[in-house]
Every structure is written in C-alpha cells, then in structure tokens.
C-alpha cells in the first residue's frame, strides 16, 4: 500500500496534519513526517505525548484522515512537490510490542497512535 513515492516523501521533513470527529466539531492536531513509523503493509504507528482530544474522539469515531506533503519530492505531471490523504482506523496504544518499541525510541510519550491505513492517495 506504501508508495514508493510515499516513501520518498517520508524522507523529508513536513508537518503531518491528523483529523479526527467525534461527537462534535472535526479536530485537527500536527505532527511531523520524521515521527511516522510504518508497519506491515498498512500499518503507520505515531507516538502520542497529547493528543487527548483525538484519543476522545476515537474513543467515540476511530476514523481518520492525515495529510502530508514534501516540496522536494517530484509530483504529477512535473509538478514541484507532492503530498498525499490517508484515510484510516486508528487506536490509541499503551501496552504490546508496538507501544514498547515506540516507547524506546520516544520515551516522552504516553500512547501509539495507530492507524491502519485504506486509503493512501496521492493529491499533487
């Protein structure tokens, strides 16, 4: 599901927007390319020091969409830069494999994000 042009974007640095919906308003929060991990196939695990109000709302809705971009990385038709829509389910992680491995590498946080990728489109 990974694209390698996906990939290439991975390499560079940019925000990386998460929106989530629970039971009222949309919410959006930010982090940063560097900071996905991927797993398997589908798998994009996200280390949590906050993001309480999107564990509340996945707590109630656990769909999401992230959005992400890289100037340098070639898109469409020549154009410069790409970025790319995820659309997935997600879970909050405090425990198992997955949380202590993020755990190691950030030990500032409190949870995984986890979201199971089915639909990774390219915009640009």
Same mark, same amino acid.
């Given at each position: 599901?990974? @694209?390698? @042009?996906?990939?290439? #974007? *991975?390499?560079? %640095?940019?925000?990386? =927007? +998460?929106?989530?919906?629970?039971? %009222? ?5 930010? !982090?940063?390319? =560097? &900071? *996905? #991990?991927?797993?398997?196939?589908? +798998?994009? *695990? ?35 830069? !790409?970025?790319?829509? +995820? ?6 992680? @405090?425990?198992?494999? &997955?949380?202590?491995?993020?755990? %190691? ?6 949870? #995984?994000?986890? #979201? ?9």
């Amino acid at each position: 599901m990974f @694209t390698d @042009t996906f990939l290439e #974007v *991975l390499k560079y %640095e940019g925000p990386v =927007s +998460i929106t989530s919906w629970g039971k %009222e308003e949309p919410h959006v929060t930010c !982090t940063w390319n =560097s &900071y *996905l #991990v991927l797993k398997e196939d589908d +798998i994009i *695990l996200i280390p949590a020091a906050g993001m309480r109000s999107t564990e509340e709302d996945v707590a109630f809705n656990n769909q999401l969409i992230l959005t992400l971009a890289a100037r340098d990385v070639e898109g469409f038709n020549g154009y410069q830069g !790409t970025g790319f829509r +995820i659309k997935g389910s997600a879970s909050f992680l @405090t425990k198992g494999a &997955y949380f202590e491995e993020m755990k %190691e590498e950030y030990p500032f946080i409190r949870s #995984v994000l986890q #979201v199971k990728v089915s639909d990774l489109k390219q915009l640009l």
